[in-house]
């Protein structure tokens, strides 16, 4: 696998389901981001992390709970979430926050019943 | 007023045509701009990068900032099918790395 690979590539879930959307870099850079992508709608950072620290985290709900183990691996757990979280979860990752190119994995396609 | 405005069109253009895709934003402080394709069922890619004003130009595409009037653009000269795909601008006021601010995306089609 090269770049930035993201599972699953397609996930229904109910209002009261856990999941986990699972990324993985192989480009051995140290920071790490999750975006939302929903339609007609900006991309929206949500979290960042760099050296494996959260660095920012934009006022996202707490059902959306982040957890980076490694440099290379990045997940996003979800519970208890409404429809209105269905959208594409985008992450990216960059040499480090000063980098100024990020590589964007192929995105979760999330739909919330 | 939104930070980032970008027309989502779809633009619809022959091959072979000129294409100037275009942001406007209210944000003074943007220092840092960046243009994205995104390819259905795919991320982003980065296709430019410009720090402050001026022009870039990297083969078929041209990236313009104009600061002062708070504008930047990007230009496909001799645009091909392959370049059918939503392009994405972004820009930040720090390093390019974190807090980027993303327009909506314009939805590009060339036809053969």
């Known amino acids: 696998e090269t770049g930035v690979t993201q599972t699953p590539r397609h996930l229904v879930m109910g209002m009261t389901n856990k999941k986990s959307l699972k990324c993985e870099q192989h480009l051995g850079h140290n920071a790490m981001y999750w975006y939302k992508q929903s339609a007609k709608k900006p991309l929206e950072l949500m979290f960042v992390?760099?050296?494996?620290?959260?660095?920012e985290n934009n006022s996202v709900p707490s059902r959306f709970s982040p957890e980076c183990p490694n440099s290379s691996h990045l997940f996003l757990h979800l519970h208890t979430l409404q429809p209105e979280d269905s959208a594409l979860y985008l992450c990216?990752?960059?040499?480090?926050?000063?980098?100024?190119?990020?590589?964007f994995g192929p995105g979760t396609r999330l739909l919330v019943l | 007023q939104k930070e980032v405005e970008q027309d989502p069109g779809p633009l619809s253009v022959p091959e072979g045509a000129i294409v100037s895709l275009n942001c406007t934003y209210s944000n003074s402080a943007f220092q840092y701009f960046m243009w994205y394709r995104q390819y259905s069922r795919k991320g982003p890619e980065l296709l430019m990068y410009t720090y402050s004003s001026g022009n870039k130009e990297d083969g078929r595409f041209t990236a313009q900032v104009d600061k002062s009037s708070k504008y930047i653009s990007l230009f496909i000269r001799d645009s091909q099918p392959s370049d059918s795909a939503t392009y994405l601008c972004?820009?930040?006021?720090?390093?390019?790395?974190?807090?980027?601010?993303f327009g909506k995306g314009t939805t590009l089609s060339v036809s053969s």
């Open positions: 992390y760099n050296f494996k620290e959260q660095t």
């Open positions: 972004a820009m930040s006021e720090r390093q390019a790395g974190t807090a980027l601010i």
């Open positions: 990216a990752s960059s040499q480090d926050l000063r980098g100024e190119t990020q590589y």
